[in-house]
């Protein structure tokens, strides 16, 4: 027991408030850090649900894309079976008649 420190009133209240003053100020960054650590979590929701809203979107457009390029697709079909009937009928014709 001859390594034994002994302190003073004085000095065991030095300390006590040293360690007071830590551990208010340590308590006080965790409170921020954990406030802090709340809002990123928030953040992070609503952005998950802008992401989830405009893959939803995007795929959207591309279901309307595609329904687009098919009915240009058919519009052009129907123009060449137009043109492709308009030319066979000249042709049968030309044959048959002689004449146009």
């Known amino acids: 027991m001859a390594d034994q420190e002994y302190l003073t009133q004085q000095e065991f209240k030095g300390r006590k408030e040293l360690c007071d003053e830590r551990f208010r100020r340590d308590n006080t960054r ?3 850090t954990e406030e802090k650590l709340d809002k990123v979590a928030t ?4 952005i998950t649900e802008i992401i989830k809203r405009n893959t939803e979107g995007q795929e959207d457009h591309e279901k309307r894309l595609r329904a687009i390029e098919l009915k240009g697709g058919k519009w ?3 123009i060449i079976a137009v043109a492709l009937g308009a030319a066979i009928t000249a042709i049968i014709t030309l044959v048959f008649t002689g004449k146009l």
């Open 43 to 46: 953040n992070l929701s609503q």
């Open 76 to 78: 052009l079909d129907k």
């Open 30 to 32: 965790l409170r921020d």
